[in-house]
């Protein structure tokens, strides 16, 4: 039972190349979100995923896409880097029945965008 | 608007003391309080929680208050170790509002040897 994993571990980008995040859960939850976390401004949500086949909008959204693949993996999209979005991406699931849910987090992907 | 707030960003604590560390919010309708401890290079994890049915929650050496008419809780780890030296996140949930947690922005916690 590996949790929450996520690929890769560290990527370096030039501005305006694109990437694909990825995350995989397998404790069979509904519900997975990607933050990012910065330096003095916590985990901030990008977006999230209530259920396999939905998708909506968190705090930061802009410059990126997600897609939940199946009820496993959700990746996160940067079409277009930017040096802004350097930053620590972090993919978390829960069971997603809205009751006081934990949630539980991936090791993080290290972005830099030169 | 900074719905939940760590006003502290350290905290350095002797090794064997108490480690007391605090979060304020401002949204009535939050319901669900948590705190993840976060090692660098790692990623969060679940260190305890506290429904607002409640005012104190105890897991060992982690006990967390919460005073819902102060909007305030507190983290008290008895006695402090030289590995809960970490980022601690205070988080608070809406139930039913498709579960999306505000974080707080962190507290460093140092614990002395």
């Known amino acids: 039972n590996a949790g929450v994993t996520q690929t890769p571990k560290f990527q370096v980008l030039k501005t305006g190349q694109s990437m694909t995040l990825q995350c995989a859960q397998d404790?069979?939850?509904?519900?997975m979100y990607w933050y990012r976390q910065d330096p003095g401004m916590g985990l901030r949500l990008i977006y999230y995923?209530?259920?396999?086949?939905?998708?909506d909008k968190g705090e930061v959204p802009n410059g990126y896409n997600v897609s939940r693949l199946n009820k496993r993996e959700f990746s996160l999209r940067l079409e277009s880097a930017a040096p802004s979005q350097t930053s620590v991406y972090f993919c978390?699931?829960?069971?997603?029945?809205?009751?006081?849910?934990?949630?539980?987090f991936g090791p993080g992907t290290r972005l830099l965008v030169l | 608007d900074q719905q939940v707030k760590q006003n502290s960003p350290s905290l350095s604590v002797q090794e064997g003391r108490i480690s007391i560390l605090n979060c304020d919010y401002t949204?009535?309708?939050?319901?669900?309080f948590l705190w993840y401890k976060k090692y660098p290079a790692e990623g969060p994890t679940f260190l305890i929680s506290?429904?607002?049915?409640?005012d104190k929650n105890e897991d060992g050496r982690f006990t967390v208050f919460l005073n819902k008419s102060a909007k305030h809780l507190s983290l008290h780890i008895v006695p402090s170790q030289p590995g809960d030296s970490a980022v601690y996140f205070c988080?608070?949930?809406?139930?039913?509002?498709?579960?999306?947690?505000?974080f707080g922005k962190g507290i460093t916690l140092s614990v002395r040897p």
């Open positions: 506290i429904s607002s049915i409640k």
């Open positions: 978390a699931s829960s069971d997603g029945d809205w009751l006081q849910e934990t949630q539980y």
């Open positions: 988080a608070a949930d809406q139930t039913g509002a498709n579960s999306k947690l505000t």
């Open positions: 949204n009535s309708m939050f319901d669900y």
């Open positions: 995923s209530a259920s396999e086949g939905t998708t």
């Open positions: 404790m069979n939850h509904n519900s």
